[in-house]
C-alpha cells in the first residue's frame, strides 16, 4: 500500500496528465484503488489539484462505528427493491 500511495499512483497520475496535455482528471478506484487513492491524497496534497472527481467503488472496508441503520437495510435488500426504491419499474 505504501509504495502504491507514495510513488504509483502519483507517477501515474502525472503520467497520464502530461500525455493528455489536461490540467486535471477523474479517478475511479475500486475495492483497493480507493484505500489507496485516499492514502495518496493524504500523502501529496498537491495532488487534489490535479484530480477533479474521486469516485469510490466498492470500499474494500468500511470504518467502525459508520453504520446506519436505513442503509445497512438497503444492502440486505435484493436487487429488486433497492431498483424500486430508486425510480426503477419492477416489472
Known amino acids: ?15 497520464i496528465l502530461s500525455v493528455t496535455h ?3 482528471l477523474s ?3 475500486f475495492s483497493q484503488g480507493q484505500p489507496r487513492h485516499s492514502a495518496t491524497l493524504s500523502i501529496h496534497p ?3 489539484l490535479k484530480v ?3 469516485v ?3 470500499p474494500a472496508m468500511a470504518p467502525a462505528g459508520l453504520s ?3 442503509v445497512d437495510s438497503l444492502i440486505k435488500a435484493s436487487p429488486q427493491v433497492v431498483f424500486s ?7
Open 1 to 15: 500500500m505504501d509504495e502504491f500511495a507514495f510513488h504509483d499512483i502519483p507517477d501515474s497520475i502525472e503520467y
Open 22 to 24: 489536461q490540467p486535471s
Open 27 to 29: 479517478y475511479i478506484g
Open 46 to 48: 498537491l495532488l487534489n
Open 52 to 54: 477533479d472527481v474521486f
Open 56 to 58: 469510490a467503488l466498492a
Open 68 to 70: 446506519n441503520g436505513i
Open 85 to 91: 426504491l430508486l425510480g426503477g419499474a419492477v416489472s
